[in-house]
């Protein structure tokens, strides 16, 4: 059975370039000039690696039949050649928030917060993929990968400043900012 | 920070005596004595284990707040002295189920299979501790533990019924049924 779980490692190593690394909310990581993305868990961390966030692909959790079909109806694949910037945005969000109901957590994501509808705005040019590691027991609950091209970074600041701005932000503890980009070939 | 993850390893060691395993659906897994529970993940399987099982506790995935409070209000604690019987359930569900959108997997879990109110009709007298193993990359999708005083078992096999008939049943694609219990004090 393949493994759900790809590790990205900040290090040496790896297609992607770390420009820049912040957090905006709690404490930040450790700088590093690569990103390698792996698939599954590695045995050893590789020499000279920074830090190593795992997370796994998963099924929805929120979206609904009819917001999912509007998603794959506008969304573009990871990989595609103008898609030169990338951002990785490791989150945590607080207890407060993993002690809710279902209802209440969806009610604060979408009804209030607009999180799919938000994403949905930026679609096709911001493409996305979310990994969750809450249950891993890693640092970070979810590891958010976005690609564009380097036009598209200021729509991917807008979308994010929705976000940011949300109800559903509000029980966010920790959030790490970390751009990257591909060597010109 | 504490893992929420626990390993359930089938072998020669542990408080619990294995009494049976059977497969209602798909491949069983292999006879052991005993069933150690320990917490967090093992580097080496131990000595004469005959399988590990991980899984994770975590959020709610489909009860609502006011399901919660109903739950909340009659179920007992695991660990009772008179509970000297025990269910380990590992369940794996369908690519079809896990494909499905949230509102979807709702409506089967709870409005067509009841499996939330189907549950509550056996508080106190049957305990349940869910645990999560899709995202670790495990053969199962979930690990359900359920704990029991011995003159609830007919309770415990009529609980068990009624899910297996349930709508939400026709997903699952491999059901391993591991019955236990504690030595006399």
Redesign the interface.
């Known amino acids: 059975?393949?493994?759900?779980?790809a590790t990205f490692v900040g290090g040496l190593n790896g297609r992607w370039r770390i420009d820049s690394i912040s957090a905006p909310v709690g404490s930040t990581l450790r700088e590093a000039p690569r990103l390698d993305i792996v698939a599954?868990?590695l045995a050893e961390p590789p020499v000279g690696s920074a830090w190593l966030l795992r997370g796994?692909a998963?099924?929805?959790?929120?979206?609904?039949?009819s917001?999912?079909a509007g998603l794959a109806a506008a969304q573009a694949p990871l990989g595609r050649a103008e898609a030169t910037r990338a951002a990785l945005i490791p989150i945590r969000k607080s207890g407060d928030w993993?002690?809710?109901?279902?209802?209440?957590?969806?009610a604060i994501f979408e009804e209030q917060s607009a999180h799919i509808a938000v994403g949905q705005r930026y679609l096709p040019a911001i493409a996305r993929q979310l990994r969750?590691c809450?249950?891993?027991?890693e640092?970070f609950d979810f590891l958010t990968w976005f690609e564009y091209a380097p036009e598209s970074e200021p729509a991917f600041e807008e979308l994010l400043a929705a976000l940011r701005g949300s109800a559903e932000w509000r029980f966010v503890d920790r959030e790490v900012d970390i751009r990257l980009s591909l060597d010109a070939r």
């Open positions: 059975m393949d493994s759900p779980i599954g868990q796994a998963s099924n929805l959790r929120y979206t609904s039949r917001e999912r993993w002690a809710l109901a279902q209802d209440e957590r969806r969750h809450r249950d891993l027991g640092p």
